[in-house]
């Protein structure tokens, strides 16, 4: 009795906590039961939204004009009624109606839809340039110009692993949270120059009403002028791979006087911790880099305990890679493995974090002790690169 009253308490418990969880609004994000579009903080947005409800109306009036005249006719002319089928071959005055009147339907649909898909595309004057790169599967964020240019960094789900593998209750921002946003200043035109590492994504934030792809090989751009301060969220609109509901975008929006004292912090911090490459790391300090490292990077395939995910990611536990010269392991994460899931590192970790993970899963686990080349410095990095 008191095990099925164990059971049934924690059923209580987990849909207790399910509807809290779906009760709530996400700030900058979906609502409950929302049906309706993102009202939005851009112009763009409520532009589309406008237009979805213009479309909308004039098909709705279409719809219960033709079939109300439709069932109309077929209800008052019905055969019980003593009514015969008229015999003429065509119409004049019918075809002439049928043909004009749909003619300035799709014009007066066309012109402000072609206005407003000219204004998306208008990416010129832009007062901020962003780069983003999509990753297999966080986003890449570097200021091309303005006062933050050259701050960079890389946007990482921060969603706790247990709540995702249903050991802990799912929190209000579930799969919607990252460890480092995208600031942008209020009312300044935002252009976004898009590209990917490796497959397609696609960057779209709702309220913003910005939806773009992101392909490996080109760049695309797009823009947004945020009217409204606060904390937006998207998603990689694309399926990209295994773990392709794990890269949410949120987008922070400022003041100019806070935006301002953001870069002056991201550059103190960029400066305080620049990584010199001709440092001789201890072991301590290279594992201990490197355990973060993996934590953001490479957990997601090869997991958290090394032993990856059978049939498509390997364990690196025991892989005689890692257990091996280091040289083969250092070209493996610097250019990945064509032909598999294995990405490129070599463009989104510097020298030093390259290093460190390397010499992180090579003292991890059962590795500690077994391989050769126990620690990787960074110069061995950059002689490889």
Same mark, same amino acid.
């Given at each position: 009795?008191?095990?099925?009253?164990?059971?049934?308490?924690?059923?209580?418990? !987990?849909?207790?906590?399910?509807?809290?969880?779906?009760?709530?609004?996400?700030?900058?994000?979906?609502?409950?039961?929302?049906?309706?579009?993102?009202?939005?903080?851009?112009?763009?947005?409520?532009?589309?939204?406008?237009?979805?409800?213009?479309?909308?109306?004039?098909?709705?009036?279409?719809?219960?004009?033709?079939?109300?005249?439709?069932?109309?006719?077929?209800?008052?002319?019905?055969?019980?009624?003593?009514?015969?089928?008229?015999?003429?071959?065509?119409?004049?005055?019918?075809?002439?109606?049928?043909?004009?009147?749909?003619?300035?339907?799709?014009?007066?649909?066309?012109?402000?839809?072609?206005?407003?898909?000219?204004?998306?595309?208008?990416?010129?004057?832009?007062?901020?340039?962003?780069?983003?790169?999509?990753?297999?599967?966080?986003?890449?964020?570097?200021?091309?110009?303005?006062?933050?240019?050259?701050?960079?960094?890389?946007?990482?789900?921060?969603?706790?692993?247990?709540?995702?593998?249903?050991?802990?209750?799912?929190?209000?921002?579930? !799969?919607?949270?990252?460890?480092?946003?995208?600031?942008?200043?209020?009312?300044?035109?935002?252009?976004?120059?898009?590209?990917?590492?490796?497959?397609?994504?696609?960057?779209?934030?709702?309220?913003?009403?910005?939806?773009? /792809?992101?392909?490996?090989?080109?760049?695309?751009?797009?823009?947004?002028?945020?009217?409204?301060?606060?904390?937006?969220?998207?998603?990689?609109?694309?399926?990209?791979?295994?773990?392709?509901?794990?890269?949410?975008?949120?987008?922070?929006?400022?003041?100019?006087? /806070?935006?301002?004292?953001?870069?002056? /912090?991201?550059?103190?911090?960029?400066?305080?911790?620049?990584? /010199?490459?001709?440092?001789?790391?201890?072991?301590?300090?290279?594992?201990?880099?490197?355990?973060?490292?993996?934590?953001?990077?490479?957990?997601?395939?090869?997991?958290?305990?090394?032993?990856?995910?059978?049939?498509?990611?390997?364990?690196?536990?025991?892989?005689?890679?890692?257990?091996?010269?280091?040289?083969?392991?250092?070209?493996?994460? !610097?250019?990945?493995?064509?032909?598999?899931?294995?990405?490129?590192?070599?463009?989104?970790?510097?020298?030093?974090?390259?290093?460190?993970?390397?010499?992180?899963?090579?003292?991890?686990?059962?590795?500690?002790?077994?391989?050769?080349?126990?620690?990787?410095?960074?110069?061995?990095?950059?002689?490889?690169?």
């Amino acid at each position: 009795m008191k095990k099925w009253r164990g059971i049934l308490g924690a059923c209580a418990l !987990l849909m207790g906590s399910v509807a809290n969880a779906q009760v709530q609004d996400m700030p900058g994000g979906p609502k409950v039961n929302q049906l309706n579009l993102h009202e939005g903080v851009t112009q763009i947005a409520q532009d589309v939204m406008w237009l979805h409800w213009l479309l909308l109306i004039i098909c709705g009036v279409i719809f219960i004009g033709v079939f109300g005249v439709m069932f109309y006719s077929i209800w008052a002319h019905r055969k019980s009624r003593g009514h015969k089928a008229a015999t003429f071959h065509e119409h004049l005055g019918v075809e002439v109606a049928w043909t004009v009147i749909p003619f300035i339907i799709v014009i007066a649909m066309a012109l402000p839809a072609t206005k407003t898909v000219v204004a998306m595309k208008d990416t010129s004057s832009a007062d901020l340039t962003v780069k983003v790169t999509g990753y297999q599967w966080k986003w890449g964020y570097e200021y091309v110009d303005g006062p933050a240019a050259g701050v960079k960094f890389l946007s990482t789900l921060s969603t706790p692993r247990a709540q995702i593998e249903g050991r802990e209750p799912k929190g209000e921002f579930y !799969l919607m949270e990252v460890d480092n946003h995208l600031v942008v200043p209020v009312d300044k035109k935002v252009r976004i120059v898009l590209t990917a590492a490796d497959v397609i994504h696609s960057w779209m934030v709702p309220d913003f009403g910005v939806k773009q /792809d992101a392909i490996p090989g080109f760049l695309r751009d797009t823009w947004f002028r945020a009217e409204k301060t606060g904390i937006y969220r998207g998603q990689c609109a694309e399926l990209c791979g295994k773990d392709h509901a794990f890269m949410p975008i949120v987008v922070e929006v400022k003041s100019q006087e /806070d935006y301002d004292k953001w870069v002056e /912090d991201q550059k103190k911090k960029m400066a305080a911790s620049a990584d /010199d490459p001709n440092k001789e790391w201890t072991k301590e300090e290279l594992v201990a880099r490197g355990e973060k490292v993996y934590a953001a990077n490479c957990v997601a395939c090869h997991q958290a305990n090394g032993k990856g995910v059978p049939g498509s990611f390997p364990a690196l536990d025991g892989d005689k890679t890692v257990l091996g010269p280091k040289d083969a392991q250092i070209q493996t994460v !610097l250019h990945g493995r064509p032909g598999t899931a294995m990405a490129a590192f070599g463009g989104q970790l510097n020298d030093v974090e390259i290093a460190a993970v390397i010499s992180y899963t090579r003292n991890a686990w059962s590795n500690a002790g077994k391989g050769q080349d126990p620690v990787v410095q960074p110069k061995d990095v950059v002689a490889a690169r």
